[in-house]
């Protein structure tokens, strides 16, 4: 199938990795062009916009991936001056695996519809290592028919699929996860450094909290970061942050209260005023650790 993928981040540049790994035709563009270099020695085509890329002299593409950064990207990539919305043919389906509110997405469903291309939302959970090994999660939102058309692509990229309904449902879950996962993580590094004040020895509080029932299991995978810390970024901390931002935007819009998110978004954002934004989100264990000069 002929492929597009805008956004080759973190976890875009391994999912499209794996696309051309499993043999598919791939056109890429990212605002970025070196971030492009390994697919592009690997074979697949540079696209010099969005809109190029859709409908390049390479054959137009019959699904195109988005993953970027966050929903202003995805609006200025499908929709600005040279947005690819405008230039998919009538009919191509646009998979957007970026981290999106679900009111977003419907809006971008919407859009799409408008110019006679199908769309589903299909974000992912698993950060860098699934992404690289094709073990990512998909919670898709939209129509069965349009699912079935790049399930084989996603194959490509993940073990689970899951179709949880219409558009804007797999950002749905996208926001329940992702509210999970940043507000465990600050917790448990909340928790560990009171232990340490308290004179616990930070060993023996891996040792005693990893793999037991009180700790959720990707913590583990945490631990060598908090030990050494050495932050380099599988999930950087600015998107958790912004994905806790787009949890308050859709708990707004639906009318509950989410007090605990909140002030767990407010941490991630002093985290990133003291320069951690582009770290892996487990260095707010190194921010909420920082000592006081007074003490
Ligand atoms: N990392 C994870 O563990 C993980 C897991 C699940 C979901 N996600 C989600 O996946 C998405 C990508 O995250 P990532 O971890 O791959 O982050 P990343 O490495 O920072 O990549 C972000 C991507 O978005 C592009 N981008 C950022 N701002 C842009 C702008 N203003 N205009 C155009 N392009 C822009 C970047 O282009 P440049 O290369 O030019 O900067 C890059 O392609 C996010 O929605 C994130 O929340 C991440």
């Not at 006679?116 to 939209?142: C, M, Q, R, T």
Request: aromatic share 8%.
């Amino acid at each position: 199938m002929k492929a597009g993928f805008i956004g080759l981040g973190i976890m875009g540049s391994r999912m499209a990795a794996n696309l051309l790994k499993k043999g598919h035709s791939l056109t890429v563009f990212n605002r970025t062009r070196a971030r492009a270099g390994e697919l592009l020695a690997g074979g697949a085509q540079w696209a010099a916009s969005p809109a190029a890329l859709a409908g390049n002299g390479n054959g137009n593409v019959e699904v195109l991936f988005t993953m970027l950064a966050h929903p202003e990207a995805v609006r200025e990539a499908a929709l600005g001056a040279d947005g690819f919305l405008q230039h998919l043919p009538s009919g191509a389906l646009w998979v957007d695996c970026s981290s999106v509110n679900p009111s977003f997405s419907r809006d971008m469903a919407a859009a799409a519809k408008s110019c006679g291309v199908h769309f589903v939302d299909a974000p992912v959970s698993g950060s860098k290592i699934p992404a690289a090994e094709g073990k990512l999660i998909f919670w898709v939102g939209g129509e069965e028919m349009d699912l079935t058309k790049c399930r084989p692509l996603l194959e490509c990229m993940g073990n689970k699929i899951v179709h949880m309904g219409k558009s804007g449902m797999g950002a749905a879950m996208k926001m329940v996860v992702n509210q999970l996962l940043g507000s465990t993580m600050a917790a448990f590094a909340e928790s560990m450094v009171l232990g340490e004040a308290l004179g616990l020895d930070r060993k023996v509080l891996f040792e005693s909290l990893l793999g037991t029932p009180i700790t959720a299991p990707f913590l583990a995978s945490k631990r060598a970061k908090m030990e050494t810390g050495d932050y380099e970024a599988d999930f950087p901390l600015r998107w958790v942050h912004k994905d806790l931002q787009l949890v308050s935007v859709s708990a707004y819009e639906a009318g509950v209260a989410m007090p605990l998110g909140h002030a767990t978004k407010e941490i991630y954002a002093l985290a990133i005023r003291a320069g951690l934004g582009t770290a892996d989100f487990s260095a707010v264990y190194d921010y909420l650790g920082r000592k006081r000069e007074d003490k």
